[in-house]
């Protein structure tokens, strides 16, 4: 006779799996490592920001200068002194399909109006924009943007910025990849939950 202690020890196990699946896979992905201080600090390329990689002319880590995206952690401005980028390569697994997710918004101190930037990762490879409207230092309007990719081993995930008048580019911050689970591993955890389910209502009325 199957418990209700095995059937919750399986659901248990299998939320774990389920929760690990879809950690984080990007380092520093919030960028608080290190600090951007009060203001900004500027970094050229070559240089490194935690995990990342400062490709391209400059960015800016951003600290206290203007409103976190989602009010957690700083965000860099992907024009430093000139048009710059970030990448970082990440553990994925070959034919795997997984999830990227950022928060983007734009410079609102100077030109252009709309920001352009190139995002990479593994199948994934496309433009994005931001166009300014009422943003402010206190308040800038983040999206949360999200793609979906297939990897081919470790991914290199990178963003470029496409613009030209530095230092007012786009803006990124809450960076995250995570796996996409299966949905045969979906089915097996609903199955869990639903065995779970059915085990305490026999005991109850029996």
């Known amino acids: 006779m199957v418990s209700v202690s095995h059937v919750f020890a399986a659901a248990v196990v299998l939320l774990g799996s389920a929760a690990t699946a879809r950690a984080n896979l990007v380092?520093?992905?919030?960028?608080?490592?290190?600090?951007?201080?009060?203001?900004?600090?500027?970094?050229?390329g070559?240089?490194?920001?935690?995990?990342?990689?400062?490709?391209g002319g400059s960015v800016d880590l951003i600290g206290g200068y203007w409103q976190s995206p989602n009010g957690v952690?700083?965000?860099?401005?992907?024009?430093?002194?000139?048009?710059?980028?970030?990448?970082?390569?990440?553990?994925?697994?070959?034919?795997?399909?997984?999830?990227?997710?950022?928060?983007?918004?734009?410079?609102?101190?100077?030109?252009?109006?709309?920001k352009h930037l190139d995002v990479s990762a593994g199948s994934l490879s496309t433009s994005v924009s931001y166009t300014i409207d009422a943003n402010t230092r206190s308040?800038?309007?983040?999206?949360?943007?999200?793609?979906?990719?297939?990897a081919d081993g470790p991914t290199s995930l990178a963003f470029t910025s496409r613009d030209t008048n530095a230092p007012y580019?786009?803006?990124?911050?809450?960076?995250?990849?995570?796996?996409?689970?299966?949905?045969?591993?979906?089915a097996l955890l609903g199955s869990g939950l639903l065995g779970l389910g059915f085990v305490a209502k026999r005991r109850k009325s029996g």
């Open 169 to 186: 580019g786009p803006v990124i911050g809450g960076v995250s990849v995570t796996e996409v689970p299966e949905p045969a591993s979906m």
């Open 46 to 55: 070559g240089s490194s920001i935690g995990a990342w990689i400062v490709t």
């Open 73 to 114: 952690g700083p965000s860099v401005d992907l024009d430093g002194n000139s048009p710059g980028g970030l990448s970082q390569t990440i553990p994925t697994l070959a034919g795997h399909i997984y999830k990227l997710s950022f928060y983007l918004s734009g410079n609102p101190d100077g030109p252009s109006l709309t």
């Open 139 to 150: 308040n800038m309007q983040y999206v949360l943007e999200s793609f979906t990719f297939v």
């Open 27 to 44: 380092s520093n992905g919030d960028f608080s490592d290190p600090s951007g201080g009060g203001t900004f600090v500027t970094y050229d």
